[in-house]
DNA sequence: ATGGTCGTTGGACGA
């Protein structure tokens, strides 16, 4: 069977379900994997996701963070965060299995600036989830990473590499640890199957024109296993939600395998 | 291409 796998920050899940809508019934992924939800679980709309014929699981903040996954197929498994209750941090992880796919959704810390607080936070955060792969999952496994990782991995991955090489999100750090975790057993599945740069998937709201210009970043990602990579048929970034009214600063990667 | 614009809020804060 064919299976699509995309991941999308929604910055705001509620304020972009009419964009959500009008990807979901034609990209009509088997999974999608959304970040920055922002609702918290009472007020998740449950309803309108089922109406675009998705269930989904979720664990969210009031005004920050957020995750959820949105499947055609039944979850068989769902868990939430780094540790067995699902209360260190499962606003920024959730992991199901579909069609014994493990899918493992994270909403990487942003980060802020190199000098924060924060910026060490975010570089702690790879460190603790690669214990977390090396803890529930093996290298052979049918696994799945995606999600908003917040880093560019390499030159090609953001506009002005010479310019923006030290910022948050494209700092040699982040690199490093991000790095250590592929080290584990990831490849970049998007990047096995699209090598050539000019590859974005998040532009800045305050950069005027940004699409237009090419000003962007390749922060969301799609990783898998090297099981999974030899299953991996395709994977593209959809553009066009971006350019649509009232957009994310994201849009959507997607993965296509055949199992 | 360090200024700006969103989203959640009900003034900032995070991104």
Redesign the pocket.
Known sequence: MKMKIATFNA??I???LPVLGRWLEYARPDVLCVQET??VDADFPVSDIEAMGYRAVFRGE????GVAILSLHEFESVSHGFDAKGEDEGTRLIAVRVKGIDIVNTYI????SPDSD?FQYKLEWFDRIKKYFGKHYSTGDRLIWAGDF?VAPEPMDVH?PK?LLG?VGFHPDEHRALAAVKKWGFVDIFRKHRPDPGEYSFW?????DSVA?G?GWRVDHVWGTETMAALSTGAWIDREPRQWE?PSDHTPVVAEFSL
């Open positions: 910055n705001s509620r304020a972009r922002k609702v009031k005004s920050y963070n810390p942003q980060g802020t924060r917040n002005d310019r910022h800045d709201y305050r950069v005027r210009r000003l009232k």
